[in-house]
């Protein structure tokens, strides 16, 4: 009985082994398995001045280390001129599908007769995540998504990696199927994360050991007080597991334009941005990552391990 | 001699007599003839919240009383809103074939395939009025100009008046062509001053008598020093001729939004239309029509005498 047990306990060991061997992220990247990695993401690049004016000035402040570019909105070519003048930003393409603000709006990059399942009535994206992706022809997703990259690249925009405004991509298995498609042909990390394995349950079926995916995605939420955000994320970080997180963040100015865009939608509005602005520019957000070890990492750092 | 002089004054009477009996446009709308007619007219509608913003709060005040919307730009819907909340609203279409700032770019609302003519090397509008109308395909110009005012009506518009961002659409005969057509097919009035035919010549031929044209337009120019501003406009409207006159101004308030749009470049920049929005929701404006015995119409009367 005791040979039996210990017999077992082998096993166990060796299976537990075995799996403990398969490399994470972090060590893939080089860190240890215990190492807590950051990257500290800005959306929505290129949607409204107010919001490029925050990112920008946060890039330079040098906490936040992310970024990634709307390409079909107005303010693409501010932020492509940013691009232009520091290649060594981290900066990937926020694909996007839907066009939610009402006062503000845009459309897409093809040419709109190729593209009419992308629509609204009014000619724009669909308003809501949802209506996107129940409406969208994944043809016509890939034409649309492909002439983006394209438009930034001929900007001067070299994307460092791909992720989906709004989740849209994510909704169903055919839309992420057309991402990583995409993304695979372009050699682009994609924000994808083991945390979403468990509600998005096509997501493992679909990536295979090559595909880059970090351990989870941090956001904050609708449900935290405006006066308990800097404390959400504070405990956040100060609970931070090992691996790799992406904390993902939406900066702008609470000014006129931005008040403006997100009009009686307070959720992802301009005080809501203004309250990030703030966070992730504060010498409480330094002090929080140097007293719980946290590394930031960028997505170019995992975009090297695509072969 | 003095037979033939007085037959020969006789004749000259009934000819004078005979070419002022033709009825000007200030008497075809039952004003004297000698009526200082004015249209207090804001360009560049929906191209910017700052702009949607400041000609909103002028309209209220009530000395600004018509404005001009461009279709393709990102802020329509906030001013479409607008229209259909204020159907008593004086408001046209400035028809849009450039996309002049740089940081902050728009394009066509048709299919984009359907007038590459109209797109710079990035999928916008052209930079330049020269640039846009030197490429343009006068049939991709109607097509595009036809969308416009489409988009606008399904969003509730009902234009009262046409004309044409940057002057595009005056920049040579076949695209002046172009726009009379569409304009006489839709019943409008189109932005034509009497004080245009010495400098383009192909304008007069080009009329007929059932179209309604004005005698002059009024606007500042960038050789006026920003101290003048208020002399300029008092100066102007103190020596305004009898007639129709149309006051062409640009409004917006000198914040972020307008400043990241106008950036290098302070003619018609964020300065500028701050200036313009002080002097005519001002009380000196409002001074200077009355002692001027100046008289505020519309659009909306010129086009009723339209048959």
Known sequence: MRQLLTAGLVMLTFFTNAFSQEKTVAERLGYPRDAKLLIVHADDLGMAHSVNEATIKAFEIGLVNSGSIMVPCPWLSE??????????????????????????????????????????????????????????????????????????????????????????????????????RVARSQKLPVRVAKSWFTHTDFLPSMLSPDDVYIDRILDINPAVAPQDWAKFYTDALKNLEPGVTELVIHLAYDNAEMQGATSNHPNWGAAWRQRDFEFFTSDAFRKVLQENGIKLITWRELGKLIK
Chains 1, 2 share one sequence.
Do not use: C
């Not at 006062?103 to 209506?131: A, C, I, N, Q």
């Not at 298995?173 to 057309?178: H, T």
């Open 79 to 180: 932020i492509a001129a940013y691009a232009r003048a520091n290649p060594q930003a981290d900066l990937g393409l926020h694909l996007t599908l839907t066009s939610e603000w009402t006062s503000f709006r845009w459309g897409p990059v093809s040419s709109k007769d190729r593209v009419t399942s992308l629509l609204d009535k009014d000619g724009y994206f669909h308003l809501t995540e949802t209506d996107a992706a129940d409406s969208a022809d994944p043809k016509q997703v890939e034409l649309e998504i492909t002439a983006q990259i394209e438009r930034a690249r001929s900007l001067g925009i070299q994307p460092t990696h791909l992720d989906s405004h709004m989740g849209t991509l994510y909704k169903n298995k055919a839309l992420f199927e057309v991402f990583m």
